[in-house]
Structures are given as C-alpha cells and as structure tokens.
C-alpha cells in the first residue's frame, strides 16, 4: 500500500468551501441561482440525459453497483478481501455519514428546484456517496498490475462520473452548488480515510497471521 499522499489535504477544499457558502448562503443565493440558470440554458435538450446520470446516482444505482462488486468478488476469492469488501464498507459509512450531516444541518432545498426530492439538501447524497464509491473502486483497483493506459482510463472515467453526477444535481436544482462540493469533498474524504484505515488493518491480520504460519 502506497504512503500517504500530502497532496491529498486538497480534497478539503471543497469541504470548507462548500460549507462556508451554505453557511452564508443569503450572502451567495444569487450566486448559486446563477450556476442553476446558466446549466439550464441546455434544457431541454439534456434533460433526458441528465435524468439517465442523476439516476445512475441514485441509492439504488449505488447500492446495486456495491452489491454486484460485492458478488463479483466474492466469486473471485482472491478479491474479496482486497476489493469488494473496502469498496462496500465506504459506501455504508459514506451513507451513514451523509444522513447524519443531513439531519444535523437540515438545509432547505432550492426554492428553484424542477424535481421534487425530500431530504434536506446538505451536503449532496448523489455527490457524496457517488464520489467515495468511485474513489474507493479506483483505489482499490490501482493496486491491481494493468497497463498504463488503462490504469490512465480507469482515474479518467471513475473520477469523471461521479463530477458528472454531483453536476445534474445543480442542473435539476434539487441541490445548490455549495451541497455539490461539499459532498464530493466528503466523498473522496471518506474513501481516502477508510482505504488507509482498511489496509492498515488488513495487512497487520495478513502480517499476524504468516507470523503464526
């Protein structure tokens, strides 16, 4: 397992950004209004789209996609322990930490929304949780050999979707730009933290158990 990445103290940007702006949010209403009109001006070529990516971020898109890795793995023993499992562990405390945020900070929804969504609006489930999915399955699977394009294809793609996801979002007006940044700051946090946390665990049981071998 690679060392710990300083560089990776960025993905607290958009944590503190976003939570700075929901804070003042009567100061950027206008601001984050704005974002939502000008995404609109591609509606309503996009909309259908859109609604197919928002979708795909859904609980359902992300538990679905969770449980498959899950059986995939579990099929190839020797990925079990190395892919599925970290990967369905960040997706549960990803969850669990963006229904607490919710709860405790309880922001309204946009008053110009085009979908209805419950839920409080802070930080973005769809951006959060789609985000440590993805990182959690590009870290996981960077650790296995491939070629360099491919492994240059799979930080494109992974790193892409769940930006494309969290952008639907702000362009259905169900969450405001600030909600979208700060759940993809959580989410690649999450992912980050448990995969460290995960394999630091990991490879001490491995260690102990040759020691007993």
Same mark, same amino acid.
């Given at each position: 397992?690679?060392?710990?990445?300083?560089?990776?103290?960025?993905?607290?940007?958009?944590?503190?950004?976003?939570?700075?702006?929901?804070?003042?949010?009567?100061?950027?209403?206008?601001?984050?209004?704005?974002?939502?009109?000008?995404?609109?001006?591609?509606?309503? #070529?996009?909309?259908?789209?859109?609604? /197919?990516?928002?979708? %795909?971020?859904?609980?359902?898109?992300? &538990?679905? +996609? @969770?449980? =498959?890795?899950?059986?995939?793995?579990?099929?190839?023993?020797?990925?079990?322990?190395?892919?599925?499992?970290?990967?369905?562990?960040?997706?549960?405390?990803?969850?669990?930490?963006?229904?607490?945020?919710?709860?405790?900070?309880?922001?309204?929804?946009?008053?110009?929304?085009?979908?209805?969504?419950?839920?409080?609006?802070?930080?973005?489930?769809?951006?959060?949780?789609?985000?440590?999915?993805?990182?959690?399955?590009?870290?996981?699977?960077?650790?296995?050999?491939? #070629?360099?394009?491919?492994?240059?294809? /799979?930080?494109?793609? %992974?790193?892409?979707?769940?930006?494309? &996801?969290? +952008? @639907?979002? =702000?362009?259905?007006?169900?969450?405001?730009?600030?909600?979208?940044?700060?759940?993809?700051?959580?989410?690649?946090?999450?992912?980050?933290?448990?995969?460290?946390?995960?394999?630091?665990?990991?490879?001490?049981?491995?260690?102990?158990?040759?020691?007993?071998?």
């Amino acid at each position: 397992m690679k060392k710990f990445n300083p560089w990776l103290l960025l993905i607290l940007v958009p944590i503190f950004l976003g939570a700075f702006v929901a804070f003042f949010e009567d100061k950027f209403y206008h601001i984050e209004k704005a974002v939502f009109s000008a995404l609109r001006v591609m509606a309503p #070529a996009m909309d259908v789209p859109a609604r /197919l990516v928002t979708e %795909l971020g859904s609980a359902v898109g992300v &538990i679905s +996609i @969770t449980v =498959i890795i899950l059986i995939v793995t579990i099929i190839k023993k020797d990925y079990f322990f190395t892919f599925g499992l970290p990967v369905a562990i960040t997706s549960i405390v990803s969850r669990i930490i963006n229904m607490l945020a919710k709860n405790i900070i309880d922001r309204e929804r946009p008053d110009f929304k085009v979908l209805q969504v419950s839920e409080s609006s802070f930080p973005s489930g769809h951006s959060q949780n789609n985000m440590a999915l993805y990182i959690s399955i590009l870290l996981v699977a960077l650790l296995i050999d491939m #070629a360099p394009k491919w492994r240059l294809t /799979l930080k494109i793609s %992974l790193i892409a979707l769940p930006l494309l &996801i969290g +952008i @639907t979002r =702000i362009y259905f007006g169900v969450h405001y730009v600030s909600d979208v940044l700060a759940g993809w700051g959580i989410g690649a946090l999450v992912a980050v933290v448990t995969y460290f946390v995960y394999f630091k665990i990991y490879s001490n049981v491995k260690e102990k158990k040759n020691a007993k071998a």
